[in-house]
């Protein structure tokens, strides 16, 4: 795989800090010759991602939150003016209210509800709109990450279940739009890993052991395992695929019991 992504730029959204798994996918895509454009959410991510700037080969980086349309469309213009093309987008992006992953899913609030849609799912909407023209130039790849709580009840996953299945959905959506301007849309759905955002799900160490003990590898995943499956989907090795969402979850989806 080395050398496969060379020339190409990927955008990469969603690194908080060396646990992210927007770091692990990060890392592979330059380990694969791509070079990075590191979105970050505020000033304190900002400060985050510096410190792992050298890790990186110290990137091209803008602060953009994902909630603001005019923020996207500053970020992927700056792209086109530093880069002239982006070939790869990578949304590694969620949140809920922290008291709604937790207790009963009956509890959600409308707010929260909307609040975990528009950012974990609708954003992936919002970030193919504004990258597609330079996509299309470079039939290009989108990626997302998604989790098994989209399609089956995982306690304490609640509204952020909800939102992964629309986030799923939505890349179904975009692949059949994009698809004929050779665009393609695909998703990871990754077994828990213990970073800043899953620490918000209530009781995360009984899923982690859960999966360790019931997944036909016995153990969970890690954030470069992620990573490999991603600079696959993302390179041209996976150029028939789109739509798809790839468990990369020590295969724990496929046990009835
Ligand atoms: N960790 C897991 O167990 C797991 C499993 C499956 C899927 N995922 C998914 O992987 C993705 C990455 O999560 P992670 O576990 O690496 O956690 P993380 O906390 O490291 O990453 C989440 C990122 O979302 C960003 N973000 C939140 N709101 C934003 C906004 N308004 N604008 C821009 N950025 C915003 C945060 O800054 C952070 O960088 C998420 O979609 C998550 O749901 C995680």
Same mark, same amino acid.
């Given at each position: 795989?080395?050398?496969?992504?060379?020339?190409?730029?990927?955008?990469?959204?969603?690194?908080?800090?060396?646990?992210?798994?927007?770091?692990?996918?990060?890392?592979?895509?330059?380990?694969?010759?791509?070079?990075?454009?590191?979105?970050?959410?505020?000033?304190?991510?900002?400060?985050?991602?510096?410190?792992?700037?050298?890790?990186?080969?110290?990137?091209?980086?803008?602060?953009?939150?994902?909630?603001?349309?005019?923020?996207?469309?500053?970020?992927?213009?700056?792209?086109?003016?530093?880069?002239?093309?982006?070939?790869?987008?990578?949304?590694?992006? &969620?949140?809920?209210?922290? =008291? $709604?992953?937790? *207790? @009963?899913? %009956?509890?959600?609030?409308?707010? #929260?509800?909307?609040?975990?849609?528009?950012?974990?799912?609708?954003?992936?909407?919002?970030?193919?709109?504004? &990258?597609?023209?330079?996509? =299309? $130039?470079?039939? *290009? @790849?989108? %990626?997302?990450?998604?989790?098994? #709580?989209?399609?089956?009840?995982?306690?304490?996953?609640?509204?952020?279940?909800?939102?992964?299945?629309?986030?799923?959905?939505?890349?179904?959506?975009?692949?059949?739009?994009?698809?004929?301007?050779?665009?393609?849309?695909?998703?990871?759905?990754?077994?828990?890993?213990?970073?800043?955002?899953?620490?918000?799900?209530?009781?995360?160490?009984?899923?982690?052991?859960?999966?360790?003990?019931?997944?036909?590898?016995?153990?969970?995943?890690?954030?470069?395992?992620?990573?490999?499956?991603?600079?696959?989907?993302?390179?041209?090795?996976?150029?028939?695929?789109?739509?798809?969402?790839?468990?990369?979850?020590?295969?724990?989806?496929?046990?009835?019991?």
């Amino acid at each position: 795989m080395e050398g496969s992504l060379a020339g190409k730029v990927a955008a990469v959204f969603g690194i908080a800090n060396q646990r992210s798994i927007a770091f692990g996918i990060a890392q592979n895509l330059a380990a694969c010759g791509a070079r990075l454009a590191l979105s970050y959410q505020n000033e304190r991510m900002g400060k985050s991602i510096d410190k792992l700037a050298e890790d990186l080969g110290n990137p091209w980086r803008r602060e953009c939150d994902v909630t603001q349309d005019s923020a996207v469309a500053e970020f992927f213009g700056a792209v086109r003016d530093d880069f002239g093309r982006c070939d790869i987008v990578v949304h590694s992006v &969620a949140t809920a209210k922290r =008291e $709604e992953l937790g *207790g @009963s899913f %009956l509890d959600t609030s409308w707010e #929260g509800f909307a609040l975990a849609q528009e950012v974990s799912a609708f954003s992936l909407v919002r970030l193919c709109k504004h &990258a597609a023209p330079m996509l =299309e $130039e470079a039939n *290009g @790849s989108v %990626l997302a990450l998604t989790y098994l #709580g989209s399609e089956r009840v995982v306690p304490n996953y609640n509204v952020m279940g909800v939102a992964k299945a629309s986030l799923e959905s939505c890349v179904r959506y975009l692949a059949s739009d994009l698809g004929p301007r050779g665009v393609r849309v695909n998703a990871i759905s990754a077994g828990p890993i213990r970073t800043l955002s899953a620490s918000g799900v209530s009781d995360l160490v009984t899923m982690l052991n859960f999966v360790a003990e019931k997944s036909p590898m016995r153990r969970n995943v890690t954030i470069d395992e992620v990573g490999k499956a991603a600079r696959f989907l993302l390179s041209d090795e996976a150029s028939g695929v789109t739509g798809q969402i790839l468990f990369v979850d020590s295969g724990y989806h496929i046990m009835g019991m």
